[in-house]
Structures are given as structure tokens and as C-alpha cells.
């Protein structure tokens, strides 16, 4: 007798379009609609883009954002998110949202934690009280709070870790993975991801994408990375990961990355990307641009009446000055983080379509190393 649950194969599906190298262009389909990859999606932790309304972060092109379950259980609750109709209604946005599982949260924000075989016991950074997360409540949280993508309950092992112990971490996050998915409610265009552990290390990928596949998922992650180890070493583990991944399954690397580094990943054969940069940097006044970051706080800006990027396809890029930004900044007014969150969202999703593009058409590499050149060139 086959287990139901896990025959009942969610629609969710990522379909190819084209391949340059190692780099795949397609479209993830979804119950919230679908989306061209390699995408990235920017991050909504707690229920926001932070300074964006969604109008404004639809308009930068960007299809899929992220929620989290480690701070959405804390405040306000996955119970009152299904009560207010769920992540969708709550911030008007009728695209896919894919929730983390909340284990990496807590590893990284949680101050006092629990670990054991069962899940994780914490105290939450907000006001100290007690809360819990296994595979069953992580998952049952992400259904509450109606994510289209579904996260598996795994532990990101801290780099630099010896191989005993980073086989020790991708073994329980196996075994929590099987219990994510078993928990897991399969239902028509929504799917769960699971997270390939292991850190740098071969064998321990490897067995880890075998465990993940025999239990079946609708896309892979790959998790454990973006975590101080550099990009060398990431790159170098997704040069032996990516390979042993279902060709038909999207790949989604958790925390990455700088321009460069989606470049790197894209043509190593990854589609889907978070990173809290672009939002974090629009906070502090640094920009992403064409020519590679500039800090708009600098005095040099003071009376630079370039814009921040000769294209002009956001409501920002093409309207307001360096100077004006730098001014904004230097006032403390919030106008600022509103306005350069906004340009570097759309700069992300305009180097995304670009390489997309390049994929199609062939022409990744070229494109490869007009970006690098011109990342290196500096400020225009
Ligand atoms: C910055 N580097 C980074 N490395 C990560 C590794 C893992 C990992 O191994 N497992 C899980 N579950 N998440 C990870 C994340 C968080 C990604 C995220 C943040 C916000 C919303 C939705 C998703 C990571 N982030």
C-alpha cells in the first residue's frame, strides 16, 4: 500500500525554458500564480518588506516574498494570522509567499535555546517567554499562516564545524525533514521544500539529497550556507551539490547573496534567492548600482545631481538625485530608506531579468563579464 500523502503530488511544479551551462531559465507554478527563475525574492519577515508597501514592491518586478515562522509565531501569532485570512490577505499580496521553518531564526536570534532530538525549546527576543518548535508545529505554523511554499524544519549547523559534527546535524535534519513532510498538507498548486544539509562536504551532500529525494518534495533547498564560509567555499560546495539535485525540481539557495554571488549561483544552477541585503543596505544608506555599492551618506554626494542608475524603470531610479538621497539620509528622514530600499529591490530584480534573459538567449557568459567589469569599474 503506497503512502497516500506522499503520492498526492502537490500541482506545484517548476517547469524548464532554457539552459546556458550549468544556468537554467523556467517558470515556477504556483497556486498564487507563477513566477520566471531564477527569481529573487525579497525578504518580509514579519509580514513586510520593510519601507515597501507591496504596490511598490510589485512594481520592482519581484514575484515571490518571504515570511517567517520564527517571527510570526511570536508576534502576532499564526492564529492571528489565519484569523485575519492569512499571510495573503493580511499583506495584500496575492503572489506566492514562501515561509522559512524558523529553525535558522532561532539558531541566529534566539538568546537561550534548547536543542533536542525532538525540536527546539527557546525564549523569544522579543519578551523572553518560552516557545517550542518541531517539524509537526514548524509545519503546522506555515499552513496557518497559509504559506504557498512550505519550508522543512532543519538545523543550519554554525561554519566552521568538524565533519563528525556536521554529520551528526544533517542526520537529525533527515530525520526531521521525513517528519516535516508527514505533517505536511498537500494541497492543489502549494508544495514544501526540503533542505540539503551538510556544510562543505561532499559525502555528507550527498547523502543528504539521497534522503531528501526518497522522501519526495516539490523543490530542494540548499541550506548551511551563507554562513560566514565565503563565497569560494560556497561556491566550490554548489559546484558538487547542484549536480546530484533533480534536473526538474527548482533549487533555492537560502541566504544568498550579494550581486556577484547570484551571478556565481545562478551559473552553478541555482533558480531562487533571499537576501536581506538590498533591504538592510536601503536602511543604511548604501546603494546598489551598475558600477558596484556606494555609501549616499558620503559628503561627496552632497551636490551630485546624477541619479543613482541611468535606467529609469522604477518610480525611483530615474527621479531623484544623490544629492537629494544623501541629504535625506543625513536629515534621518524616513523618506530615505523608503526611496533606496525601492531602487535596490529594483536593481535586484532588474540584474535577475537581465541574466534571465542572458540565459535564454545564450549569452550568459558575455554577460558574466560585462557585470563583473562593470562592478569593478566603480561608481559612473
Ligand atoms: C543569510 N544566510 C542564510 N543562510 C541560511 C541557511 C538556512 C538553512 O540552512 N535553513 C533554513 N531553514 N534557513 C536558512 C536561512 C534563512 C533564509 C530565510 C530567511 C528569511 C525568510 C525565509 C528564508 C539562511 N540564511
Redesign the pocket.
Known amino acids: 500500500m503506497s503512502d497516500h500523502k506522499t503520492d498526492h503530488a502537490t500541482k506545484m511544479t517548476w517547469v524548464p525554458e532554457a539552459s546556458c551551462g550549468m544556468a537554467r531559465a523556467g517558470h515556477l507554478h504556483t497556486r498564487h500564480g507563477t513566477v520566471p527563475t531564477p527569481t529573487f525574492m525579497p525578504?518580509g519577515?514579519v509580514g513586510t518588506v520593510k519601507g515597501m508597501t507591496m504596490d511598490a514592491v510589485r512594481s520592482t518586478g519581484a514575484g515571490i516574498v518571504?515570511?517567517?515562522t520564527y517571527h510570526l509565531m511570536l508576534r502576532p501569532t499564526a492564529d492571528r494570522v489565519q484569523k485575519l485570512g492569512g499571510l495573503h490577505r493580511m499583506m495584500d499580496w496575492p503572489g506566492p509567499i514562501?515561509?522559512?521553518?524558523?529553525?535558522?531564526?532561532v539558531m541566529s536570534l534566539g538568546a537561550l535555546r534548547k536543542l533536542d532530538e525532538d525540536g527546539v525549546t527557546f525564549r523569544s527576543h522579543i519578551d523572553g517567554s518560552k516557545h517550542r518548535l518541531t517539524p509537526e508545529i514548524s509545519t503546522d505554523i506555515q499552513f496557518k499562516l497559509d504559506a504557498t511554499i512550505t519550508?522543512?524544519?532543519?538545523e543550519?549547523p554554525a561554519l566552521p564545524a568538524t565533519p563528525e559534527a556536521l554529520r551528526k546535524s544533517m542526520e537529525m535534519s533527515m530525520r526531521w525533514a521525513a517528519r516535516s513532510r508527514e505533517a505536511f498538507v498537500a494541497r492543489e498548486g502549494y508544495g514544501q521544500f526540503g533542505?540539503v544539509?551538510g556544510g562543505t562536504e561532499r559525502d555528507l551532500r550527498e547523502y543528504s539529497i539521497k534522503a531528501l529525494t526518497e522522501i519526495g518534495f516539490e523543490g530542494y533547498?540548499i541550506?548551511?550556507?551563507?554562513?560566514g564560509e565565503g563565497q569560494e567555499l560556497m561556491f566550490s560546495t554548489l559546484d558538487f551539490t547542484t549536480p546530484m539535485l533533480p534536473q526538474d525540481k527548482a533549487r533555492y539557495l537560502?541566504?544568498?547573496g550579494t550581486p556577484d554571488d547570484l551571478l556565481g549561483a545562478v551559473m552553478r544552477g541555482v533558480d531562487m534567492f533571499?537576501?536581506?541585503m538590498p533591504s538592510r543596505a536601503g536602511r543604511t544608506a548604501r546603494a546598489y548600482t551598475e558600477r558596484g555599492a556606494i555609501n549616499l551618506r558620503n559628503a561627496r554626494f552632497a551636490e551630485d545631481t546624477r541619479t543613482l542608475t541611468p535606467h529609469d524603470d522604477t518610480p525611483v531610479a530615474g527621479r531623484y538625485s544623490r544629492a537629494y538621497l544623501h541629504h535625506l539620509f543625513r536629515a534621518n528622514e524616513m523618506l530615505g530608506p523608503m526611496l533606496l530600499t525601492w531602487h535596490n529591490l529594483a536593481y535586484y530584480q532588474r540584474l535577475m531579468r537581465q541574466i534571465r534573459a542572458a540565459i535564454v538567449d545564450g549569452t550568459l557568459d558575455a554577460l558574466a563579464v560585462k557585470l563583473r567589469e562593470d562592478w569593478a569599474k566603480g561608481d559612473w
Open positions: 525578504v519577515t518571504l515570511g517567517n514562501l515561509t522559512d521553518s524558523g529553525g535558522f531564526q519550508m522543512a524544519f532543519d543550519c533542505i544539509q533547498a541550506g548551511g550556507l551563507a554562513v537560502m541566504g544568498v533571499d537576501c536581506v
